[in-house]
Antibody
Framework: QVQLKESGPGLVAPSQSLSITCTVS????????VHWVRQPPGKGLEWLGM???????DYNSALKSRLSISKDNSKSQVFLKMNSLQTDDTAMYYC??????????????WGQGTSVTVSS | DIVMTQSPSSLSVSAGEKVTMSCKSS????????????LAWYQQKPGQPPKLLIYGASTRESGVPDRFTGSGSGTDFTLTISSVQAEDLAVYYC?????????FGAGTKLELK
């Protein structure tokens, strides 16, 4: 069955960088696109960006200068890297699969998320 | 950016009641070329990731109970639960699925009396 699982460092010091891996199973990254979404504690959802099946990427313009999304199809892994973290980057970080249907960006399967705390 | 505004922020209902919640977008989510609305609804239960309920404003995702119905067009959208069940306790989010950056509403929290 379709599964996504995020793994991250848990705690990151201010001004440092964050790397999270999303490992997927049950579908091919060469066919499906993957989003990254985050949710600060007790707050709403923020879209970070996505990587398409063909490898191109799109980012939230508000974060574009700090974000990088890449993947390794052979390992079924998608990577999120974010630079210059601050305390307001503390959040649950999710990867989610994009619906296969053309024109729709909506997310049909989500990982359980990995919690990231930015603190010294 | 398209701003998504949900109302009410919270809703207290009894099991079996009909529930309606609203989502308004600051720009139209209607694609004039294909006449499809690009609006999605998600349900998030405590400690869980969001779950896709509705996409294309009214298309129910596979496995979603038919008591959930999405409607609306342009900038005004509605999620209706025809007969609320205890397991529907959750926060419901709408999402701009039309243009970047994809944006979410602040959510409507459904509480049971």
């Amino acid at each position: 069955q379709v599964q996504l699982k995020e793994s991250g460092p848990g705690l990151v010091a201010p001004s440092q960088s964050l790397s999270i891996t999303c490992t997927v199973s049950g579908f091919s990254l060469s066919r499906y696109s993957v989003h990254w979404v985050r949710q600060p504690p007790g707050k709403g959802l923020e879209w970070l960006g996505m990587i398409w099946g063909g490898g191109s990427t799109d980012y939230n313009s508000a974060l574009k200068s700090r974000l990088s999304i890449s993947k390794d199809n052979s390992k079924s892994q998608v990577f999120l890297k974010m630079n210059s973290l601050q305390t307001d980057d503390t959040a649950m970080y999710y990867c989610a699969r994009k619906l296969l249907r053309t024109y729709y960006y909506a997310m049909d399967y989500w990982g359980q998320g990995t919690s990231v705390t930015v603190s010294s | 950016d398209i701003v998504m505004t949900q109302s009410p922020s919270s809703l207290s209902v009894s099991a079996g009641e009909k529930v309606t919640m609203s989502c308004k977008s600051s720009q139209s989510l209607l694609n004039s070329g294909n006449q499809k609305n690009y609006l999605a609804w998600y349900q998030q239960k405590p400690g869980q990731p969001p779950k896709l309920l509705i996409y294309g404003a009214s298309t129910r995702e596979s496995g979603v109970p038919d008591r959930f119905t999405g409607s609306g067009s342009g900038t005004d959208f509605t999620l209706t639960i025809s007969s609320v069940q205890a397991e529907d306790l959750a926060v419901y989010y709408c999402q701009n699925d039309h243009s970047y950056p994809l944006t979410f509403g602040a959510g409507t929290k459904l509480e049971l009396k």
